[in-house]
Every structure is written in structure tokens, then in C-alpha cells.
């Protein structure tokens, strides 16, 4: 009844810029901590950035000063705006949310570690 859907993944040239979105969708009481992790194949997934509803950040150590994560309460909607990207910034990025409240009829829900489908950044030399 809920889903993150993302939006703005593509190529891009070493030292480029991409922007990407994820909104949460569905009948959206509140939403906790929302966040991008990334992954690459034979990795694990890691984090890349997240926020808080009060707009706390936090940030891997790799995308620290090129990354910047932000929010709209009101859209239930993150950005990501990755700027300076490197070929190592090649992955698959996923939108995360570890606590999401939403209506079910009347009545309120939880929805714990929710993530979206995924969208590719791919950097070329």
C-alpha cells in the first residue's frame, strides 16, 4: 500500500552531476529516517546518505562534500544531488525508509524497512 519509487538515475562523464528523487506513495501519515544506499555486484550494500524529519544528516565517507541529501515533508519526497561523481560512484542506488506511517482504511500502519526499486548511476571516464 505504500512504495518508494525513485527517479533520475543515467550516465554521466567523470565529474559530472546527476539528481535523484524518491517519494514515498500511498496515504503517507509521517515518515522517520529515508535514505540512500547504493550497491555494486559482489558488494554489500552501503550507506550514501540519509535524513531525518528534522533534516539531520548523515553522510557516507566516500560522497562527503560531493553528496548533498535533502528533504520535503510536504512532497514525502528525498533528493540526492551527487556532484563531482567519480567512476566509483557506479551503482545501483536504492531509496530506504526505516519507519513509514501510513493509513489503511482508518486506521494507521507501520511500514519498517521499506526500499525502492532501485535506479542505475553509471559515471564514465
Known amino acids: 500500500q505504500v512504495q518508494l519509487v525513485e527517479s533520475g538515475g543515467g550516465l554521466v562523464e567523470t565529474g559530472g552531476s546527476l539528481r535523484l528523487s524518491c517519494r514515498a506513495s500511498g496515504r503517507i501519515f509521517s515518515i522517520d529516517v529515508m535514505g540512500w544506499y547504493r550497491q555494486t555486484p559482489g558488494e554489500e550494500r552501503e550507506l550514501v546518505a540519509s535524513?531525518?524529519?528534522?533534516?539531520?544528516?548523515n553522510y557516507g565517507d566516500s560522497v562527503k562534500g560531493r553528496f548533498t541529501i535533502s528533504r520535503d515533508n510536504a512532497k514525502h519526497t528525498i533528493y540526492l544531488q551527487m556532484d563531482s561523481l567519480k567512476r566509483e560512484d557506479t551503482a545501483i542506488y536504492y531509496c530506504?525508509?526505516?519507519?513509514?506511517?501510513?493509513?489503511?482504511?482508518?486506521?494507521?500502519?507501520?511500514?519498517?524497512?521499506?526500499w525502492g526499486q532501485g535506479t542505475q548511476v553509471t559515471v564514465s571516464a
Open positions: 530506504h525508509t526505516n519507519n513509514l506511517l501510513y493509513y489503511s482504511g482508518d486506521r494507521l500502519q507501520n511500514a519498517f524497512d521499506t
Open positions: 535524513i531525518n524529519g528534522e533534516r539531520r544528516t
